[in-house]
């Protein structure tokens, strides 16, 4: 699994960073960061989760 954000599009929902706070967190103005663009299998299910939680589309899920 790959993982991309756009960081534009991201309105700060933050349910990226409560669902899989190993692979995103949030900088000061509540924006999406990356922290691991290829996470752990062990956090595909939370990484997928967030993905379809988050209300802008702004995490990109490339599935290998």
Do not use: K, Y
């Amino acid at each position: 699994m790959r993982v991309t954000v756009d960081s534009e599009q991201c309105v700060g929902a933050g349910q990226c960073v409560l669902n899989a706070p190993e692979v995103f967190d949030q900088d000061d103005d509540g924006v999406v960061v990356l922290l691991r663009a290829e996470p752990d299998e062990r956090d595909h299910e939370a990484v997928r989760t967030a993905g379809d939680l988050c209300p802008s589309a702004s995490v990109v899920l490339q599935e290998d």
